[in-house]
């Protein structure tokens, strides 16, 4: 695998062209005093692209994305971006920690030192990892996929041929939202090599075989399927249109940062632990140091045409399919829906379940010290396993 160095650099043209853009911005009305009832606030909305516009400083931040190391493979004919950070420790454990949407790489940039150098965080440098951070086909500064099937079966089977060429034989997966099902199905498909699986999220698609007849079920598992009916029902518009028409909505995205940002934000703010202020968990720069990226890059169709290909191979176990991997579970208050322990435990070997006391989906933002800590715990037993 030829694995070359790469540096992140958005075009002064592209930049100029956005700033243009968004002092172009045709705002919609608003119904007075609905705050978000509607979707994305106007007050709040004109606030945060008027900071983009006139105050934003993305070299600043650039600069900080490329003191991480970052590379490029070619990997099953999709080139696949990755940051790399060997572990500064006496015996660095290999990991992959896979994003979701509608974040990308930049969602484990604070995660990043506190696994790799554990010393410089408080922690002992015995768990120390080496961890690799790719994004994913579609994402960022990955390639977007020129033909169909690029589903999260694919894409673990991309994760399992990167870490192979990295020289890493054994290693850990951990994930959330999409990194979730990557990483589920990298041990499912590959137990050999995944030594221990650590999730902070648990895909609604994986369904256990057994257990899905009412009369099987407990009153917290019934519970749960009633609340990922409410959710679907009240929240989930965004994945709806995306497994089914991307390409229709992407021509609105691809045209107007305004309206990429209000249907991105949105969902920091819902999915969050931050009480309905999304500026009490993410910085402005933050947002929109992830929104740039995805307007830079273009990518908002291919991100969004995952859904799509999920929807088109859904990720469903099979009679007798179980995680036999060690399997870490933490779970943030603010991640809904989120199944029940035994519910898990008919798809996964649970050997750590650890109830955090703040935090939502996005917890490598949010939380990145609980995280790390929840981490290097799950995995210290499982070192002399690679």
Not at 119 to 141: Q, R, W
Not at 224 to 240: I, K, M, N, P, Q
Not at 270 to 286: A, H
Not at 345 to 358: A, G, I, K
Request: hydrophobic residues 40%.
């Amino acid at each position: 695998m030829d694995v070359r160095p790469f540096k992140v650099q958005i075009p002064p043209a592209v930049l100029a062209d956005l700033r243009q853009r968004l002092a172009r911005t045709r705002w919609p009305d608003e119904i007075p005093a609905s705050a978000w009832d509607y979707g994305a606030n106007l007050g709040y909305m004109k606030k945060l692209l008027d900071h983009w516009q006139n105050r934003f400083n993305w070299r600043v931040h650039e600069d900080a994305i490329n003191r991480f190391h970052h590379f490029r493979a070619v990997v099953d004919g999709l080139g696949i971006h990755f940051v790399h950070e060997r572990g500064k420790g006496p015996e660095p454990f290999p990991i992959i920690i896979t994003h979701g949407w509608p974040g990308s790489f930049l969602e484990m940039l604070k995660l990043i030192p506190l696994l790799a150098d554990p010393e410089s965080n408080g922690a002992d440098p015995a768990d120390a990892f080496d961890v690799v951070v790719p994004s994913l086909p579609g994402f960022g500064y990955s390639d977007r996929p020129a033909e169909r099937g690029v589903n999260t079966w694919r894409i673990a089977e991309i994760w399992d041929e990167l870490m192979a060429g990295l020289g890493y034989a054994r290693f850990g997966a951990q994930g959330g939202d999409w990194g979730a099902s990557v990483s589920t199905l990298l041990a499912l498909k590959s137990p050999d090599h995944v030594a221990g699986l650590h999730l902070n999220y648990i895909p609604e698609e994986l369904r256990p075989y057994q257990g899905m007849v009412a009369d099987d079920l407990t009153r917290k598992e019934q519970e749960f399927l009633d609340e990922v009916e409410r959710w679907a029902a009240s929240e989930g518009g965004y994945s709806h249109i995306q497994r089914t028409r991307p390409q229709t909505l992407a021509y609105a995205m691809n045209d107007s940062p305004a309206g990429l940002a209000a249907w991105i934000v949105e969902k920091y703010r819902d999915w969050s632990d931050c009480d309905g202020k999304v500026e009490k968990r993410f910085t402005r720069d933050e947002l929109l140091t992830n929104l740039t990226v995805y307007w830079a890059t273009e990518t908002f169709l291919s991100a969004a045409r995952l859904y799509y290909e999920a929807g088109k191979a859904p990720v469903q176990f099979k009679r007798n399919d179980f995680v036999k991997v060690p399997t870490g579970v933490a779970r943030f208050p603010v991640e809904a829906p989120f199944p029940p322990r035994r519910w898990v435990e008919r798809c996964y070997n649970v050997q750590r379940w650890t109830d955090m006391p703040s935090g939502g989906h996005f917890p490598a933002l949010e939380e990145p010290e609980l995280l790390a800590k929840d981490i290097r715990e799950f995995f210290r037993p499982l070192r002399g396993r690679i």
